[in-house]
T-cell receptor, first 110, second 117 residues
Framework: DAKTTQPTSMDCAEGRAANLPCNHS???????VYWYRQIHSQGPQYIIH???NNETNEMASLIITEDRKSSTLILPHATLRDTAVYYC???????????FGAGTRLTVKP | GAVVSQHPSRVICKSGTSVKIECRSL??????MFWYRQFPKQSLMLMAT?????????EQGVEKDKFLINHASLTLSTLTVTSAHPEDSSFYIC?????????????FGNGTRLTVT
């Protein structure tokens, strides 16, 4: 699976949009981009995934660049409860498992 | 949505004893489950892939005789840490994928914090 690069940490003000970038410049055509988050002492929570089109659900939006080499997860109105480590993972269709990098520690501040 | 339940959430055991952790998919059948381990301030590390009715596949460096995995049904996988030592103290997390679609996401349990004294 393609390697991903994320900033180590980010801060965001409560109520503002949180934009979390992810670089996956070696992504190949059959690899999807997945986002998870992990709140302290809990298991990872699935957020969203996509292949090449932008995606939106009740939690977030995923913007994938046209060349698919990077993506951005957008939490439109961050709350204190969104403070967590956010993981961007690239996985191919023929791979069963999911491997985590270091992620971005997002801190939402009042 | 898909729910994965893990039990127990916390366990403390003495060095040399064995501990069993259960992972259940509550509302779907999971032919494959995954076991991860997470040390403090580190990311999740995949330990093994558990396939229903067959032997688990272990990642390099993970001792299969120490971390016994059984996946006897489509809804239950167990991880047994045998002869536990303090260095096995960690956060163990299981996950499973629904059958629907090759791109379907993994769903994770809430983890088991193991402390070996």
């Amino acid at each position: 699976d393609a390697k991903t690069t994320q900033p180590t940490s980010m801060d965001c003000a409560e109520g503002r949009a949180a934009n979390l970038p992810c670089n996956h410049s070696t992504i190949s055509g059959n690899e999807y981009v997945y986002w998870y988050r992990q709140i302290h002492s809990q298991g990872p929570q699935y957020i969203i995934h996509g292949l090449k089109n932008n995606e939106t659900n009740e939690m977030a939006s995923l913007i994938i660049t046209e060349d698919r080499k990077s993506s951005t997860l957008i939490l439109p109105h961050a709350t204190l409860r969104d403070t967590a480590v956010y993981y961007c993972i690239v996985r191919a269709l023929n791979n069963n498992d999911m491997r985590f990098g270091a992620g971005t520690r997002l801190t939402v501040k009042p | 949505g898909a729910v994965v339940s893990q039990h127990p959430s916390r366990v403390i055991c003495k060095s040399g004893t064995s501990v069993k952790i259960e992972c259940r998919s509550l509302d779907f059948q999971a032919t494959t489950m995954f076991w991860y381990r997470q040390f403090p301030k580190q990311s999740l590390m995949l330990m093994a892939t558990s396939n229903e009715g067959s032997k688990a596949t272990y990642e390099q460096g993970v001792e299969k005789d120490k971390f016994l995995i059984n996946h006897a049904s489509l809804t239950l996988s167990t991880l047994t840490v045998t002869s536990a030592h303090p260095e096995d103290s960690s956060f163990y997390i299981c996950s499973a994928r629904t059958r629907q679609g090759a791109n379907s996401p993994l769903h994770f349990g809430n983890g088991t914090r193991l402390t070996v004294t």
